[in-house]
């Protein structure tokens, strides 16, 4: 079956870091681009990031750029998003997401990790 | 960035009738569209992918069609399961933006 399942949602101040690591099974990892998109409470969902196949490039919406990194490592079949300096806009549940081939839509979607941000 | 409007925002039918979402985007995109459903917590469902190709599993009831910058998501004839929160999405252009949404409810 094929699964994403994240995790490392949690409650952090503001102007703190958090790691959040999703783990993908059922298909082979490295040949595809994995995404991360977020939805606010109640609000619709917005683009994050998005890492090719191999890491080789990397992509992300402004209002994160220089705060939060997405990595990969093909050998466990994990993807990554660390984030810092985190702000109260940045409160969202966090959807690990696979492209289809090579670079579709968003076709495998990960259950969601919640991020508080809050003092 | 490519802005996506989504009309209605709210949709409101009963079973059995047939729903017409539209999702109108900023500039060109050629078929680079795609719709999903989203459910009460649940994580979005990908359901269309450039503009007409249905997704695996995906019911015949649902339909995409436009090209350019218009849009539209069919679905000919509502089952209850279908009462939901429908996103476009472009994958034209960096960023990758969605629409605000269109809710389905039973009327």
């Known amino acids: 079956e094929v699964q994403l399942v994240e995790s490392g949602g949690n409650l952090v101040q503001p102007g703190g870091s958090l790691r959040l690591s999703c783990e993908a099974s059922?298909?082979?990892?490295?040949?595809?681009?994995m995404n991360w998109v977020r939805q606010a409470p109640g609000k619709g969902l917005e683009w994050v990031s998005t890492?090719?196949?191999?890491?080789?490039?990397?992509y992300y919406t402004d209002s994160v750029k220089g705060r939060f990194a997405i990595s990969r490592d093909d050998s466990k079949n994990m993807l990554y998003l660390q984030m810092s300096s985190l702000r109260a806009e940045d409160m969202a549940v966090y959807y690990c997401?696979?492209?289809?081939?090579?670079?579709?839509?968003?076709?495998?979607w990960g259950q969601g990790t919640f991020v508080t941000v809050s003092s | 960035e490519i802005v996506l409007t989504q009309s209605p925002a709210t949709l409101s039918l009963s079973p059995g009738e047939r729903a017409t979402l539209s999702c109108r985007t900023s500039?060109?995109?050629?078929?680079?569209l795609a719709w999903y459903q989203q459910k009460p917590g649940q994580a979005p469902r990908l359901l269309i992918d450039?503009?007409?190709n249905r997704a695996t599993g995906i019911p015949a009831r649902f339909s995409g069609s436009g090209s350019g910058t218009d849009f539209t998501l069919t679905i000919s004839s509502l089952e209850p399961e279908d009462f939901a929160v429908y996103y476009c999405?472009?994958?034209?252009?960096?960023?990758?933006?969605f629409g605000q949404g269109t809710r389905l409810e039973i009327k």
């Open positions: 997401v696979r492209r289809f081939l090579p670079w579709g839509a968003f076709d495998i």
């Open positions: 059922g298909f082979t990892f490295s040949n595809y681009v």
């Open positions: 890492i090719s196949a191999g890491g080789g490039s990397t």
């Open positions: 500039q060109g995109i050629g078929s680079y």
């Open positions: 450039e503009a007409s």
């Open positions: 999405q472009q994958r034209s252009n960096w960023p990758l933006t």
